[in-house]
């Protein structure tokens, strides 16, 4: 019997996949004369991208053996693919931003404040006790990484001025290695939650009509990347009248679609939390420098929307922070002194001008 495209499409995607799990064959070709990684922090920077890829490659084992057991149509096969198509670029995207900023860095002439924002790492490391990295320049740094364990420097900023900036990166590395990867899913379920609850009252009527309580669909979420087959065990009963039928494919086709609509607010209220979670340890980290670089040099006073936070939030959460750092013991004056005010005030002034 000749093999669908589907199944063609998966054998390919799982070859691609195979390649992303070890990047070091990669790296080896790149020939870095000035640049040459430490094994050690090189297994550190991939390490999510191997496992991420392989987690992907065994999605499509399952699927490729669904299919040939006729135990999945092609309809839903191809929802499936799609799916783990979309998580799969996110990888080789990863991939691509790693070694390219690896074979910039070691060909530009601003290299050397590479060399320094890795020793502002390594101190940070140092105080926070978790293991360092390395930093690449990079196109936007903007768009932090769950997966590399690198801190991008974005271009053209390769500036001295610009490398308090690298703490925010650092601190999604503290994020993901530490109890604040928990704190921050129980914040981006409840944000999650509230959200529908505000905004999207027709997910949640669908998710009533299906039976699907909201807090545990959410709560499901968190854990990862969800299928049907998941959502269903959470209605009793329901798994069970899912028989192949036409009426069955409906219902399963509508819980899809009401999860994919879950996932775009989660994924939205995720990148938030951590964002903003960042920004907070960036400024406990590197104090007013951090403050000064995101709200001179970064952050826009218009308040553009980016990866589900604005930076107007963004700078409340710096400027909140700050302040808290500059309480007055009872012994003394304030650590910073009107740096916060003096601060707070240029960032209204940019604001007001900005709106006009």
């Not at 040459?36 to 550190?44: A, S, T």
């Not at 002194?337 to 006009?356: H, P």
Request: hydrophobic share 40%; net charge negative.
């Amino acid at each position: 019997m000749p093999r669908t495209m589907l199944q063609l499409r998966i054998e390919a995607l799982s070859q691609h996949l195979e390649q992303a799990q070890d990047p070091s064959v990669w790296r080896q070709t790149l020939e870095l004369p000035k640049f040459n990684v430490e094994d050690r922090l090189w297994n550190m920077a991939i390490e999510k991208i191997h496992v991420e890829a392989g987690q992907l490659r065994q999605s499509l084992d399952e699927l490729e053996s669904k299919l040939s057991a006729s135990r999945m149509t092609e309809r839903e096969g191809w929802r499936r693919y799609a799916r783990v198509q979309k998580a799969s670029d996110e990888v080789f995207r990863e991939c691509l931003d790693l070694l390219g900023g690896l074979a910039l860095r070691d060909r530009i002439q601003e290299e050397r404040i590479c060399r320094i924002a890795d020793e502002y790492i390594n101190e940070l490391s140092s105080d926070t006790g978790r293991r360092e990295s390395f930093s690449i320049p990079g196109l936007d740094a903007r768009l932090f990484s769950t997966l590399r364990r690198v801190a991008m420097m974005q271009f053209p900023e390769w500036s001295v001025w610009t490398l308090p900036l690298v703490a925010h990166e650092y601190g999604h590395v503290i994020i993901e290695e530490s109890g604040l990867k928990n704190y921050a899913g129980d914040l981006a379920e409840e944000a999650t939650t509230a959200e529908i609850n505000q905004t999207h009252k027709s997910i949640e009527e669908e998710l009533q009509r299906l039976n699907l309580d909201l807090g545990l669909a959410v709560r499901v979420l968190s854990r990862g990347d969800t299928d049907v087959e998941m959502m269903l065990r959470l209605v009793p009963g329901l798994a069970a009248k899912l028989t192949g039928s036409d009426l069955d494919s409906a219902v399963a086709s509508a819980i899809e679609d009401v999860v994919d609509q879950l996932k775009v607010v989660h994924n939205r209220q995720r990148s938030r939390v951590r964002i903003l979670l960042a920004d907070a340890l960036a400024t406990l980290l590197a104090g007013p420098a951090y403050a000064y670089a995101a709200l001179l040099l970064r952050l826009n006073p218009l308040g553009v929307e980016g990866e589900g936070t604005s930076d107007h939030e963004r700078a409340a959460t710096i400027l909140s922070v700050l302040r808290f750092m500059n309480e007055a013991d009872e012994f003394g004056p304030t650590p910073h002194g009107d740096i916060v005010n003096s601060l707070e005030r240029y960032w209204q002034a940019s604001v007001a001008a900005a709106k006009g």
